[in-house]
C-alpha cells in the first residue's frame, strides 16, 4: 500500500511541475476549462497564450463514485494517472471504443493509462458502474 501511495505522489509531482512550468497563465484552481463546447478547437485565434498548450500528463481521482475532474484535458499520449480514492473497486474504459481501459482499480490503488494520439474528445465511464462518466479531450 505505501508503494503506491509513493507512486502516485511521484507521478502526481511530476504533473505539478508541468503544468507550474507549461502553462502558468491562468493560474486558476485546476479546472479544466473543456466544458464549453467548441467545434473546432484547433487553430483558434481567439486562444491566449500558452495555457492553450495542454499539460503532458493527467490526474484522474475516483471519490464518491465520481471522476475528478470530470473533463481533462492532455495532449496526445500523455500519461494519465488514475487514483482510486474510495472504498470500491472503480475503472476507466472509454466509451464506444478501445481508446483506453485501466481495468479494475481496486481501493487505494493506482492505475495508469496512455491518452490516444489522435485528437478529439473522448468520453469514459466506469463499466463496474455505468452511471459513473467524465470526459477525456486530447488536444496538441
Ligand atoms: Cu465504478
Request: contains cysteine; aromatic residues 8%.
Amino acid at each position: 500500500m505505501r508503494h503506491f501511495v509513493r507512486t502516485a505522489l511521484a507521478v502526481a509531482g511530476v504533473a505539478l511541475f508541468v503544468t507550474a512550468t507549461g502553462g502558468c497563465a491562468g493560474g486558476g484552481g485546476g479546472t479544466a476549462p473543456a466544458t464549453s463546447r467548441a467545434p473546432s478547437p484547433a487553430n483558434s485565434p481567439s486562444a491566449p497564450g500558452p495555457s492553450a498548450t495542454p499539460p503532458a500528463a493527467g490526474r484522474i481521482t475516483i471519490k464518491d463514485y465520481a471522476f475528478k475532474p470530470a473533463a481533462l484535458v492532455v495532449r496526445p499520449g500523455a500519461a494519465v494517472t488514475v487514483v482510486n480514492q474510495d472504498s470500491v473497486t472503480h475503472d476507466v474504459t472509454a466509451t464506444g471504443g478501445r481508446a483506453f481501459a485501466t481495468g479494475s482499480i481496486k481501493p487505494g490503488a493506482t492505475a495508469t493509462f496512455t491518452a490516444p494520439a489522435k485528437p478529439g474528445g473522448y468520453p469514459y465511464f466506469c463499466s463496474i458502474h455505468p452511471y459513473m462518466k467524465a470526459a477525456l479531450t486530447v488536444r496538441p
